[in-house]
Structure formats: C-alpha cells, structure tokens
C-alpha cells in the first residue's frame, strides 16, 4: 500500500537559492499520510523535487520521520 502527496515549494526570498519547506507544512502531508494508513505504521519511500513542487510518496516499508525531520530531509 502506498499514499502519494505533494507540497508546493514557496518562492524563495530575496538573497535565498531554493524555497524552505516548513515545518507547518511537513505536518500537513503527515496528517494526510495518516488518515490514509489508518493505524498501520508507515514511512517516507520517496521524494522528488521539481518545478516548485515535491513530490512524497509514503508506504508501509519507508523511513518513518516526524514532521522536524521530514521538513530537514526535504530541505537539504
């Protein structure tokens, strides 16, 4: 079983490479990650990074990270 999401990327600020995924919105895909394993543990398999978007795809054999780690993991 797999669940996939996205987070759209904010515009960078002025002086910055890339946007900053929040921690506010690593909370969110969890949230929804969530509600759709229902109380299987799950993790993160994949992340893809393109055009102002990330791409999450979450199964039942991925990493599991809280909403801190996930927003580090997707920033660097």
């Known amino acids: 079983m797999t669940f996939e999401d996205s987070i759209t990327i904010p515009k960078p600020k002025k002086g910055e490479s890339r946007g900053i995924v929040t921690v506010k919105a690593a909370e969110a895909t969890l949230a929804a990650a969530a509600a759709a394993f229902g109380e299987a543990k799950f993790g993160l398999l994949r992340a893809e990074r393109s055009a102002g978007r990330i791409s999450l795809l979450y199964g039942l054999k991925g ?3 809280d909403a801190g ?6 920033n660097n």
Not at 69 to 74: D, F, S
Request: a neutral charge; charged letters at 20%; proline letters at 0%.
């Open 63 to 65: 990493r599991q990270l």
């Open 69 to 74: 780690a996930l927003a580090y993991e997707l």
